[in-house]
């Protein structure tokens, strides 16, 4: 009985990472493998929920679970320059609804979003100076109860205005973490906190993960972590910017290296969720001439240990989309490939099995 459970959860392509001692799970793994192909497992692989949504291809959008509805929140069309603020919202990853085309904040992409006490948040991101051909970054925090109403909560919140940052909810606060400031170049390694959106403490503005952006972030067993991303690029250029290591924390203030180098590629605007009791790590682009971005999933039970569940996922390459959980499945939902110079509107998902 526990074989079949074990079996019937894994997905398709799970495989023991090279170099690892036997398991369960890479039993498991095999045996999947075998079933799958005899029969369709559940949980066997990703299926395409919509091809193409209503909402426009985008990348750099901010994706929420409220109220048992996914909701989409602004984002760039391909080439970054034009930048958007409408919410859409939709019960099943399939048919999407306006829920308002112009939102109050200003057109943006690589914000933040969370869902906290019942209501979507909007935290900083990217907006474009249409006169002046330069982004402008925000630091301001709005809220809404229905993605249609919106509140200001915060005009000009502490913390300096950035993009590429991330945001969790952990032990009932809003938790920002890192980013990039405006002048570009400058990665950001500080941690605020909120219990009402308006009210912000600095948490600590030195993480020892240093100035990062285009890093993941989730709460998995009860800690906040920090996964991959940019860092400083080094005096040969790229060299040593794109990163693969994990971090976490039970505070925001004290933080563990648990792996310093990840089994995954250095990688920058991958997401991460928490899920079965493992985190799952979803594509993002690698430094490389011939590579890019990527559409390979890693899962790790403790952030130290990976294995490649799917080196190819059915979905096509891409960076900067969003993953949440929901309906007891992964979704991955737009990105953008920037050296084919396409965003995308398509609705991935992983199924439980349950």
Not at 24 to 33: K, N
Not at 56 to 69: I, M, S
Not at 194 to 220: C, F, I, K, M, N
Not at 307 to 313: D, L, Q, R, W
Request: aromatic content about 12%; hydrophobic content about 40%.
């Amino acid at each position: 009985m526990k074989l079949r459970l074990c079996c019937e959860w894994l997905p398709a392509g799970f495989h023991r990472e090279p170099g690892a001692g036997p398991s369960v799970w890479s039993v498991c793994g095999a045996l999947l493998l075998a079933v799958a192909a005899c029969r369709g497992a559940p949980g066997a692989g990703w299926s395409e929920v919509t091809h193409q949504a209503t909402w426009v291809a985008r990348d750099g959008h901010a994706c929420a679970v409220l109220q048992g509805r996914l909701w989409i929140l602004g984002g760039c069309e391909a080439g970054g320059q034009t930048h958007r603020n409408d919410v859409w919202f939709s019960p099943d990853g399939a048919d999407w609804s306006p829920a308002v085309a112009t939102a109050p904040w200003q057109a943006r992409c690589h914000h933040a979003s969370v869902a906290f006490k019942d209501r979507i948040w909007v935290l900083g991101g990217l907006s474009y100076h249409e006169l002046a051909k330069r982004n402008v970054y925000l630091n301001d925090v709005w809220s809404s109860s229905n993605g249609v109403a919106w509140t200001k909560t915060k005009a000009v919140a502490p913390w300096p205005g950035r993009g590429h940052h991330t945001a969790v909810v952990f032990h009932d606060r809003i938790w920002l973490i890192g980013g990039e400031d405006s002048s570009g170049e400058n990665k950001l390694s500080d941690v605020w906190s909120s219990s009402d959106g308006e009210q912000w403490v600095l948490v600590t503005d030195a993480a020892p993960w240093g100035g990062r952006s285009y890093h993941a972030s989730t709460v998995h067993r009860d800690r906040i972590w920090v996964v991959g991303g940019a860092g400083f690029a080094s005096k040969d250029g790229m060299v040593g910017r794109f990163r693969n290591d994990v971090w976490s924390s039970s505070d925001g203030v004290n933080w563990t290296p648990v792996a310093t180098t990840a089994g995954w590629t250095p990688r920058m605007g991958a997401t991460a969720v928490s899920w079965g009791g493992q985190i799952w790590l979803l594509g993002g682009s690698v430094l490389s001439a011939s590579s890019g971005p990527q559409n390979d999933v890693w899962s790790s039970s403790d952030g130290s240990t990976w294995t490649e569940v799917f080196p190819a996922a059915r979905w096509p390459r891409r960076a900067e989309h969003t993953s949440v959980t929901f309906a007891d499945s992964i979704w991955l939902l737009g990105g953008g490939n920037f050296r084919a110079r396409v965003s995308y509107n398509d609705v991935w998902r992983l199924r439980t099995g349950q």
